[in-house]
């Protein structure tokens, strides 16, 4: 007979995981404290974008294995219970906001069934596993807990679930592990790795890995910024080391750094925590990580300055892209959308276009413009910002483009378009790292 599970907190990673442990066959039930969120769900529909979720969603409602609910008794009897709810940073500090996964511990303690497992995916400071599951044998001793970190890329997240490239799983016990492995038959059965760690570092795992990410990305943009002053091109040197094996292609693209309700607050918790642990110098590199990534994003404010002018009142300015990254509606931290509003405060007419993320940017920066069309957007603009490497703008034809604008000056501000297309169509070309 099939594991029951439940999925506590509906969000991003929990309705992606939701649907996805229905869609390997077992009865689930999404809890979330927001009843409108999950009327949301409970309909078929997520208030965000991710490729292929939607439809799967519906799908697996329509099976009968997924049903949502405000209701914490409904999930009373289930074998597996995984807390997916959200780990902000707090505000005033770099640490993780731990309020939600308190709360959820808190609240599926007392009714978990004997020899039932709560299993954590949120990202959290290494320690709280163990804490909570103190907390959790307090209150009922019959249950366990279990680390289990997750690693979707957004864009891609349902093909993260149901496809992993790893499974680490920190535990205290073989039937935890066992628990899990049941959980993960299919994965396991597909050949995936499996990792099985205590639970500091299976916690560790998933910062480790983003701030080695982080490490990566902030790395080529400070190689932009020596070869902009040395004359150099970083997309011919990206190339040439990325050639290397012991270093790799991805990630090594130039432009104006990351973004997204992750990787930033991540690595900030994870500086924290080694503080609070007497381990910071060991971090303390990524304070520089952190920096490079921001500014990265000032120094597209001052290509836009150097070819319009110091003074941006009343300039026209098109920005393609508003969300952190395409194939995504999340314009938390979006580097894209920051340069935006910094350019509109500086006195320029900014209109922005983004294929999914209007919506959203509009809620966090509602003064900007908006555009629906690509072509109303760089209408009349005296410069333009590519800021999101949608594939809609990177099969923009530049002739055509260049009839709508008064001036035919572009800044790629993510090293995706083809630049030797854009200037024979007669474009004033920029981007980090490269010299005309």
């Not at 499974?167 to 016990?173: I, K, M």
């Not at 508003?322 to 509109?344: E, G, M, T």
Request: with cysteine; charged share 25%; glycine share 8%.
């Amino acid at each position: 007979m099939k594991l029951k599970v439940s999925v506590i907190g509906t969000g991003y990673l929990g309705a992606t995981h939701a649907a996805c442990m229905s869609s390997m066959g077992f009865e689930v039930v999404g809890i979330d404290v927001d009843a409108l969120k999950i009327s949301a769900l409970a309909s078929g529909k997520i208030p965000f974008y991710e490729p292929d979720l939607q439809e799967l969603l519906q799908k697996e409602i329509s099976s009968g294995r997924l049903t949502f609910s405000t209701d914490f008794n409904s999930i009373a009897d289930a074998d597996v219970h995984f807390i997916c709810v959200g780990t902000p940073q707090l505000e005033n500090s770099l640490a993780a906001d731990l309020q939600y996964i308190d709360a959820a511990l808190e609240a599926i303690a007392p009714i978990c069934k004997p020899g039932s497992l709560v299993v954590g995916k949120s990202t959290v400071p290494v320690g709280t596993a163990a804490r909570l599951r103190e907390k959790l044998l307090r209150i009922n001793p019959e249950a366990d807990l279990a680390w289990n970190p997750e690693f979707l890329r957004e864009g891609f997240a349902v093909e993260d679930t149901l496809r992993p490239n790893r499974l680490v799983v920190g535990v205290t016990s073989d039937a935890a592990e066992n628990t899990l492995k049941e959980i993960y038959r299919t994965n396991l059965e597909a050949k995936t790795p499996w990792v099985r760690a205590d639970l500091p570092t299976a916690e560790l795992v998933k910062v480790a890995a983003n701030s080695f990410l982080a490490t990566k990305i902030s790395f080529i943009n400070a190689m932009a910024e020596i070869c902009e002053a040395a004359g150099g091109d970083v997309t011919v040197l990206a190339e040439a080391i990325g050639y290397d094996p012991r270093i790799g292609s991805r990630f090594l693209q130039a432009g104006i750094g990351f973004g997204g309700g992750c990787l930033p607050k991540d690595i900030r918790a994870f500086m924290a925590r080694a503080s609070e642990l007497g381990a910071d110098q060991a971090l303390e590199f990524l304070r520089e990580i952190d920096s490079i990534n921001l500014r990265a994003r000032q120094r597209v404010i001052e290509l836009v300055r150097k070819d319009l002018s110091q003074d941006l009142t009343g300039k026209s300015i098109a920005v393609l892209g508003a969300a952190f990254k395409p194939d995504s509606d999340d314009v938390r931290d979006s580097p894209a959308l920051d340069i935006a509003a910094q350019i509109a405060a500086a006195g320029a007419k900014v209109t922005v276009h983004d294929p999914k993320a209007i919506a959203p940017a509009k809620k966090r920066f509602p003064a900007l413009n908006y555009c629906e069309s690509i072509e109303e957007t760089l209408g009349g603009a005296d410069l333009v910002l590519h800021l999101t490497e949608w594939k809609i703008y990177r099969e923009l034809d530049p002739l055509k483009m260049k009839s709508l604008v008064a001036s035919p000056v572009i800044i790629d501000g993510r090293n995706a378009l083809d630049r030797d297309a854009w200037v024979a169509a007669g474009w004033k070309f920029r981007a980090l790292g490269r010299t005309n």
